[in-house]
């Protein structure tokens, strides 16, 4: 049996198909098979896909096998899912499509795995690639009160202290080209949440660390590509994605005990990236009220803090633009929780009405 499963979901990305699996075929750790799943491409890559599984490269038996999906199946950790029952190894590395690693990607991270049973997952460090394939540098880590030297060396924690220092925040882990996960962790974990299509990835690291440790290496071995076919773009990372994102915030409120005074900052970090969607134009108003839902299970004065992360986004160089922001943002709160109308003008009477409803709230 080999001891590592790559798995490599693919949709509709031709253009980065022979790089991602030249890369994985070049590993200097070659005990592996590799799993090529499509879910109903509608560019070539199925025809790229069938001649990597005619090579005589990979002429052993079973080496490397090709799923195709008939119909799409709408969310990429179905395919994650689908590839992990398939696998025959120890450890799987989901290699997504659009992305590429270092040759010696598995020879630094599955010893890992393999010297420390408590490990169930451990990942390394990213470079960032747009879609011509030009490198940007490292990407950056941000958890507020950590220091950003911290990624600058290997680690090993227990998951569950990591989970209330940095996850409550959002996903460090931040590509999942870059883990190798015990598969039998990833099966007890009940494997990745299906009904999402862009936080799945972050829900399935939390219940992988409750369970036990997470191992990082600061070397970048992985490459992180961004480009506009990417699946947090097709899905609406500022629609869906928010409500995902909070979803997965309640969860883990949920699941773990965080001190009061550290959760009035996790709240007032998450209220600047959810009131930065409200903000948004391209957001649905059914969208929006459903991102107010989500908020207000973390937050009971969602509203007040909303407005507090608004003031943060409002102009600050021209007074009378800060003050009318201010004031749309408190008419399109308001107007979500209790279907005001925006008809109103921006008058100081009408703000004082606001205020004064908003003080009810």
Known sequence: MPTVSVIVPNYNHAPFLRQRIETI??????????????????????????????????????????????????SPFKQWNKGVRMARGKYVWIAES?????????????????NDADVQFAYCRSQQVIGNGKILGLLGTFVPGVDNARWNADFCVDGEEELRRSMVY?????????????????????????????????????????AGKMA?????LNYF???????????????AG??????????????????EAELRQVRAYHADRWTAALLRTDVPRAVKREILRRAKTIDAHAIRSGMRAALLLAPSRAAEG?????????????????????????TREGLARVRAKAGRE
């Open 322 to 346: 800060a003050r009318q922001m201010w004031c749309k943002v408190w008419y399109g709160l308001l107007d979500l929780t209790y279907g005001m109308r925006h008809s109103r003008g921006l």
């Open 98 to 114: 659009d992305d590429y690693s270092d040759a010696r990607f598995l020879e630094r991270l599955v010893p890992i795995l393999e």
């Open 170 to 210: 959002g996903c460090i882990v931040e590509n999942a080209s870059a883990v190798v996960i015990r598969k039998a962790a990833y099966e007890q974990a009940g494997g990745a949440d299906e009904s999402f299509r862009i936080c799945g990835d972050w829900k399935l690291w939390c219940t992988l660390m409750l």
């Open 25 to 74: 075929l070049g590993q200097t750790y070659q005990d592996f098979e590799l799993i090529l799943l499509d879910d109903c491409s509608t560019d070539n890559s199925r025809e790229i896909l069938k001649k990597y599984a005619d090579d005589a490269r990979l002429a052993a038996p079973a080496r490397v096998r090709v799923e195709f999906n008939e119909k799409n199946s709408g």
């Open 216 to 220: 990082y290496v600061a070397e970048p």
């Open 242 to 259: 928010i409500v995902e994102w909070l979803a997965v915030v309640r969860w883990l409120l949920d699941r773990v005990d965080v001190p």
């Open 225 to 239: 590509r961004f480009h506009e076919g990417a699946a947090r773009n097709r899905f609406g990372l500022w629609g």
